[in-house]
C-alpha cells in the first residue's frame, strides 16, 4: 500500500504528541513525578521518537526508514544521537510542548527544578497523561505542513547560500 508524505507527517506528529504527554512527567524514586522544565534539552528529550515501529504498520519497517532519512536529509526532521531516533522541530511541536507541561502543572504536579527534583505523588497517573494526551490532539489535531516543508525550504536556501 503506497503511504504518501502528508499522511505519514501526520502519523509522525501524532506520535511525537504521544511522547510529549508521557516524557514531560519525570518519574522518580518512591512513586514521585515532576514536570521537566522548560528548556531546548527536555523538549528534545519529551519530543524524540525511538520507536519507528509505532508510527505505523502500512509501509515496511525498511521503507519507514528511508523514508525518515529522506524527510531528515531534507531538513523536516531533527535527530537525536542516532537515525531512528528523531521528532519535529518545530515552533508546533514546541507550543504542544509547552502545553503539556502547563497542563501538568494546572494538574498540581510540580515543576522540578535546576537544584534537584521537587516532585510529588500524583494519583491516577496513567488517566493524567491519557487526559493530556487527548487535551494536545483537541489543541494540535494537524501537524502543521507549512512549519514542516518550511524547515526544508530554509535547510536548502542555507545549503544554496553556502555553495
Known amino acids: 500500500m503506497k503511504l504518501y508524505d502528508e499522511p505519514l507527517l501526520q502519523l509522525i506528529f501524532e506520535r511525537q504528541l504521544v511522547e510529549i504527554a508521557n516524557r514531560t512527567l519525570h518519574h522518580y524514586v518512591g512513586g514521585e513525578y ?20 509505532r508510527i505505523t504498520d502500512i509501509i515496511s519497517s525498511h521503507q519507514l526508514l528511508s523514508r525518515l532519512k529522506r524527510f531528515h536529509e531534507r531538513g ?3 535527530y537525536v544521537g542516532r537515525p531512528y531516533q528523531f521528532f519535529f522541530p ?3 511541536a514546541r507550543q504542544a510542548f509547552r502545553f503539556a507541561r502547563q497542563f501538568y502543572l494546572n494538574q498540581g504536579v510540580p ?7 521537587i516532585s510529588a505523588k500524583v494519583g491516577n497517573i496513567a488517566a493524567l497523561r ?8 483537541e489543541r494540535f489535531p494537524l501537524v502543521s505542513y507549512d512549519q514542516v516543508y518550511g ?12 555553495a
Do not use: W
Request: glycine share 6%.
Open 34 to 53: 515532576a514536570v521537566c522544565g522548560d528548556t531546548e534539552f527536555n523538549f528534545n528529550l519529551a519530543s524524540y521518537i525511538a520507536q519507528r515501529v
Open 76 to 78: 523536516m526532521l531533527a
Open 90 to 92: 518545530t515552533e508546533q
Open 111 to 117: 515543576e522540578s527544578n535546576g537544584n534537584g527534583p
Open 130 to 137: 491519557e487526559d493530556c494526551l487527548q487535551a494536545l490532539r
Open 151 to 162: 524547515l526544508a525550504k530554509h535547510k536548502a536556501m542555507k545549503e544554496k547560500a553556502a
